[in-house]
């Protein structure tokens, strides 16, 4: 596929991903205008103190004026009232997607609203941070991690095919699955594990025999890769879990079982049950390192990530 080129790209939403992008974007000279949106006045101007941008608005709608490419990088839970916002300005022809992690729901939200004559197509860049905000983002997020499309019935090929050149051009790999799919994937790579590490931190928060100063101490030994995933913005995953509902119960559900398993072979002394799982657990984590999702260093490969930055 060639470079893709887009005249003007309208970001509505300028936190760690559409900052990122708009970084990329940038330094890939992928158009000729991007324009910026954010309701937050704050958000919006430290976006134009960083230059992220060429104009900068508060009002969608007026953000994805005879734009070709308009990314909606908002909380799943605001996705249709920015589709309500931006529908009547679209151009005609337009490519019309988000970052959402939830796809169900955003299509849902979103297809109802979107005009016949532009390409609403669904997708989520899996990459990020626990960091938040238009300061959070740098070039080369999206690099060798994967984005998945959900496209709808009908979804007009060559505009597809622009879309993935797009996010390929941004060191993206690309694949498509049905929403449904993709939020019961979703829900136990990425959503169930920020649901525990939220729980864990709160469960150490509440310990009435365990001082604040010595989970901060010894944190070395395990909490601290926990509290990272739940520094994660309260907003999005609020907003995640509210819309990924019955993917996140029924992965809550499995976990809840394998926990009471391991519980048992604790409890009964099972050193062959916790030796298996041990060792199946960890070969998924080699796995992961060989797919090059990771890299085999300590702290999660978290410093190899800062050193993109």
């Known amino acids: 596929m060639s470079t893709p080129h887009f005249d003007r790209i309208a970001l509505i939403g300028i936190g760690l991903i559409g900052s990122s992008i708009a970084r990329d974007v940038r330094e890939l000279s992928l158009a000729g205008e991007v324009v910026i949106s954010s309701r937050s006045a704050e958000t919006l101007r430290r976006a134009e103190e960083l230059e992220l941008g060429n104009r900068y608005t508060a009002s969608a709608a007026e953000a994805v004026r005879d734009a070709d490419l308009v990314i909606v990088s908002v909380p799943v839970g605001a996705s249709e009232e920015v589709a309500k916002q931006i529908a009547g300005n679209l151009k005609p022809g337009a490519i019309v997607t988000d970052v959402g992690s939830t796809k169900a729901s955003v299509i849902a939200q979103m297809a109802p609203h979107m005009p016949e004559n532009v390409h609403f197509i669904p997708g989520h860049p899996l990459a990020g941070t626990e960091k938040s905000g238009p300061d959070a983002g740098f070039t080369g997020l999206f690099r060798d991690r994967w984005c998945i499309f959900t496209p709808l019935p009908g979804t007009d090929q060559a505009a597809l095919d622009k879309l993935k050149a797009f996010w390929m051009a941004l060191g993206s790999l690309i694949d498509e699955m049905d929403a449904q799919h993709h939020d019961k994937v979703l829900a136990i790579v990425s ?7 939220y729980n864990i931190v709160g469960t150490a928060d509440d310990l009435e025999t365990v001082t604040e100063s010595e989970v901060i101490k010894y944190s070395a030994s395990g909490f601290r890769d926990f509290t990272r995933l739940a520094a994660s913005d309260p907003t999005m995953w609020r907003d995640v879990c509210l819309h990924n ?44 390192v060989q797919a090059g999702q990771d890299v085999d260093a300590p702290d999660f490969g978290r410093h190899a990530l800062d050193q993109k930055k």
């Open 191 to 197: 959503h169930l594990p920020h649901i525990i590490a």
């Open 245 to 288: 509902k019955d993917a996140i119960l029924e992965m809550l559900a499995r976990f809840s079982e394998d926990l009471a398993y391991l519980q048992r072979a604790i409890r009964w002394g099972e050193g062959d049950k916790l030796f298996e799982l041990f060792t199946r657990t960890r070969a998924i984590r080699r796995s992961i």
